[in-house]
């Protein structure tokens, strides 16, 4: 039986990959290194340690720093990004995601949140919907990131819940292979080539239905 649900923040609840992208494209550009959207998309659901070697790697400056160096470049991106993301507000939920959460509640359903962002509370807080949550997984907290089922797992165990008595929302590939490998029913948002892992998808936030979802598991 389905108790909870375990949220990505990052393409499902609200759209924050532009203004990571306008932060990490600001640093690249010192770096000497040009990205675009299309690379940005593989940073999507990815820790920012890890975004920062992939910037690294594509502008073949793998080697051009110090562990120490790299830190302080992630920081740098971040306080950026933290005066990026001062504008977001409750209208900034993506579409649909409102009554979707209104319908998780009056089910009495369990809410965790399972982004790779560090920013999650703070974003939580801005888009108003904060209190709906009944947990946060730390991501500072992970030995191992999306792909890896830790985060959705770590998820269940906070909301004292078994896998299989949750399910996992999210927008990017390494988040879906992340929840499959939990052993929990997957829910994508996006395409059919990127969410084809997932075990339901739809292609907008606004088609996010509680009733629909219980359906699909049920087949
Ligand atoms: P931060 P999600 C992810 O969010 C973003 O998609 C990814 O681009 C970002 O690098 C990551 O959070 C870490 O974010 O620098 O704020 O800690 O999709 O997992 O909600
Ligand atoms: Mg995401």
Redo the contacts with the bound molecule.
């Keep these: 039986m389905i108790k909870g649900f375990i949220f990505?923040?990052?393409?499902v609840l609200t759209d924050?990959?532009e203004y990571?992208y306008l932060a990490w494209q600001e640093l690249a550009k010192k770096m000497g290194i040009s990205i675009d959207r299309v690379f940005n998309e593989q940073?999507?659901?990815?820790?920012?340690m890890d975004?920062l070697e992939r910037i690294l790697a594509y502008g073949n400056k793998s080697d051009a720093y110090t562990k120490e160096e790299k830190l302080q470049l992630a920081d740098e991106k971040?306080e950026e990004?933290k005066k990026l993301i001062t504008k977001i507000s409750p209208r900034d939920l993506l579409p649909g995601i409102k009554e979707f959460m209104a319908e998780l509640k009056q089910a009495d359903m369990k809410l965790a949140l399972a982004?790779?962002?560090?920013?999650?509370p703070d974003i939580l807080n801005q888009l108003g919907i904060a209190d709906l949550f009944d947990t946060i997984v730390d991501?500072a907290a992970l030995a191992n990131g999306?792909p890896d089922p830790e985060i959705f797992i770590k998820g269940a165990k906070q909301l004292n819940l078994t896998p299989e008595e949750c399910i996992g929302v999210e927008?990017?590939k390494a988040?879906i292979d992340s929840i499959n490998a939990a052993d929990m029913f997957s829910v994508g948002v996006g395409t059919p080539e990127s969410m084809k892992f997932a075990d339901m998808f739809v292609v907008d936030t606004a088609q996010l239905n509680y009733a629909s979802i219980l359906a699909n598991i049920k087949d």
């Design positions: 990505d923040l990052d393409g924050t990959a990571h940073l999507k659901g990815i820790s920012r975004s971040n990004y982004s790779a962002s560090k920013n999650g991501p999306k927008d990017a988040g």
